[in-house]
Nanobody, 122 residues
Framework: QVQLVESGGGLVQAGGSLKLSCAAS????????VGWFRQAPGKVRTFVAAINWSGTTYVDSVVKGRFTISRDKNKKAVYLQMNSVKTDDTAVYYC????????????????WGQGTQVTVSS
């Protein structure tokens, strides 16, 4: 069993930066692809970025060039660096994990975190 705990959300002004963290309890992320999804009010949850077990990253075109996904060398945390944020980035951000990257990218995860709120003010 893998428990995912997100942190780092909050209020940020448009154009600013924020870094989200996803920590794995009990075990490391070895063998898992880990990703970030977001859900804005009244909208469906959508894929943001993912990193697979070998370190290959995938970033949605909507945020590419502004958001970066990374992990620590011990594979116990995954980060989402959010730069040049926009009001449209306001959402609850979820961390998720699955053994297969492509399955994860379509939103089918074995594990989900509880979510962290990101609010971008204009």
């Amino acid at each position: 069993q893998v428990q995912l705990v997100e942190s780092g959300g909050g209020l940020v002004q448009a154009g600013g930066s924020l870094k989200l963290s996803c920590a794995a309890s009990v075990r490391t992320f070895s063998g898992y692809a880990v990703g970030w999804f977001r859900q804005a009010p009244g909208k469906v949850r959508t894929f943001v970025a993912a990193i697979n077990w070998s370190g290959t990253t995938y970033v949605d075109s909507v945020v590419k060039g502004r958001f970066t996904i990374s992990r620590d060398k011990n594979k116990k945390a995954v980060y989402l660096q959010m730069n040049s944020v926009k009001t449209d980035d306001t959402a609850v951000y979820y961390c998720a994990a699955h053994g297969d990257t492509n399955t994860l990218r379509i939103g089918k995860a074995d594990y989900w975190g509880q979510g962290t709120q990101v609010t971008v003010s204009s």
